[in-house]
């Protein structure tokens, strides 16, 4: 097992990419500007990056259309797509080390957990699509006997990709494996705090045979790149993962050029039911403890709201108040760390901003709830907030960070009642030995993902994820994502 000492002599030899990925080959911005790319863990500079523009996202654009119209990749046979997809997976194993690295240096996770989850969900990611590549069937639709109607699914063209910080690749990944799966052509722009591992990642996929053209990646800012391609009047389609508030952007910019189809995987405020006939107080409390501290609670899927039925809440939040204590602040280079930093000052002085309105509204505070002392990054000590009323901010809104709001519920109907207080809906998670119980509450709760007795418990491939209300629409992961980068052709034989 690597240590910190040989994670760190690795990261200082490594080599950084730092330009811009188009039609197969690195290059600078048209404008030349580029932008300071900070490690988050010691607030250094790791590089400068190429800053694109409208200009690069014309240029990025046309090439991958060109690309598309060629048939190089769309007209390709499915299963040779497939192939490369499975050879792309292969060499994101290979270079697990390095992948998991950058992953680490732009955004402050710890690398235990690079190397343990991010790595090999990307890798599983491509080679499940690879393999569904050519398993695809279209229809013969029941017509009358005089007529063969046939049904058949088309890939749309140019696919903007716009990804998140906190699972740079991963997030990146769920979108490139059914989009290129199906024959598109793709241009994505990653978020400012976290470009390096994608742009490693385009290199793999010229060497995993890909086309040139087929995979752009354009390092910019959301108001100049972002913005320039979700009004592009030739990209076909937006897929997005951030914020609800930037995902109502792309809606927008939808509406103001072509009415490009747009896939959001927005915000969420998950609850995390635990009632009174739960099987295992100690395996609930693990699971809440890392439901909100995993990935420094930079996590979409979040369960910073904690519902707990008032019968167990004192021995409940003995066992959690333990719990937490697995969670500690540290390097995220050392394996042993189980938090690393927050990924950018800004985004740190906005989770200390909500603890100070938590502080204010008068919340319990029992844990944490201040800057990690004695580092030089951006490191928030994990949060734990009790008596949280349902309408606090910290009950509200997305924190995006290590807070836990525990509120206290009296039977199945306010557990219900409170889980759905939310604009959100992406996913929450119902602990209760009573299947009958289990299964109504996950009826009446209004999100994407219902988790059982456990809490987001697999990487498994074979399920949609995606969101209901605020937290968006359109499914990433399983065959439904399929779908949505790919339109229904009728063609109708009069025989």
């Given amino acids: 097992m690597k240590t910190y000492h040989d994670w760190e002599k690795k990261a200082a030899e490594l080599s950084i990419q730092n330009q811009a990925f188009i039609n197969g080959k690195y290059v600078n911005s048209l404008s030349g500007k580029t932008f300071v790319n900070i490690n988050p863990a010691t607030a250094q500079k790791i590089n400068d990056v190429t800053e ?171 108001e100049t790149a972002g ?28 509406g103001k050029s072509n009415l490009k189809r747009v896939s959001l995987e927005c915000g969420g405020k998950s609850p995390h039911v635990v009632m009174k006939d739960c099987p295992d107080l100690d395996k609930a409390a693990s699971a809440a403890i890392g439901g909100i501290f995993f990935n420094q609670g930079e996590v979409c899927t979040a369960g910073s709201r904690l519902l707990i039925d008032r019968a167990i809440k004192d021995e409940f939040m003995e066992k959690l108040m333990k719990a937490a204590d697995n969670y500690k602040v540290g390097d995220p280079l050392d394996p042993d760390t189980t938090m690393g930093s927050l990924v950018e000052e800004q985004h740190m002085n906005r989770v200390l901003g909500f603890i100070d309105k938590a502080n204010e509204e008068g919340a319990t505070l029992k844990v944490g709830g201040c800057r990690s002392a004695g580092r030089d990054g951006f490191f928030v000590d994990p949060t734990i907030f009790d008596d949280v009323m349902p309408d606090m901010t910290i ?30 809906g992406l996913a929450a998670g119902v602990w209760s030995k009573d299947i009958s119980q289990a299964h109504r509450m996950a009826r009446a709760i209004r999100a994407g993902t219902v988790w059982v007795n456990c809490w987001d418990p697999t990487g498994d491939m074979t399920v949609p994820f995606g969101g209901f209300k605020q937290s968006g629409f359109g499914r990433d992961k399983s065959i439904h994502a399929l779908e949505k980068y790919t339109d229904l052709k009728t063609t109708w034989v009069q025989l």
């Fill in 52 to 222: 694109c523009g409208k200009e690069d996202v014309d240029v990025a654009v046309k090439v991958a259309r060109d690309t598309f119209e060629s048939g190089v990749w769309s007209n390709m046979h499915p299963a040779l797509r497939g192939k490369h997809l499975m050879r792309l997976g292969d060499l994101i194993l290979q270079h697990k080390d390095e992948l998991a690295l950058l992953e680490t240096m732009d955004m402050g996770k710890p690398i235990s957990d690079a190397m343990a989850v991010d790595i090999p969900a990307c890798a599983r990611t491509l080679h499940w699509y690879g393999e569904a590549a050519d398993k695809l069937m279209d229809e013969i639709a029941p017509t009358d006997p005089s007529a063969l109607a046939l049904v058949t699914r088309e890939a749309l063209g140019v696919i903007g990709i716009v990804v998140p910080w906190n699972f740079p690749l991963m997030m990146a990944c769920w979108k490139l494996g059914p989009s290129l799966a199906v024959g598109n052509s793709v241009v994505v722009k990653p978020a400012e705090q976290s470009p390096l591992s994608i742009l490693r990642l385009a290199e793999l996929a010229s060497e995993a045979g890909i086309p040139d053209g087929v995979l752009n990646v354009l390092p910019g800012f959301g």
């Fill in 227 to 254: 913005q320039a391609l979700g009004l592009h009047m030739d990209v076909d389609m937006i897929a997005f993962t951030g914020s609800t508030e930037v995902g109502k952007y792309f809606m927008q910019y939808s």
């Fill in 395 to 424: 009950a509200k809104e997305e924190i995006f960070g290590p807070v836990l709001s525990v509120l206290t519920f009296d039977g199945e109907q306010e557990a219900i009642t409170l889980a759905n207080d939310t604009i959100y």
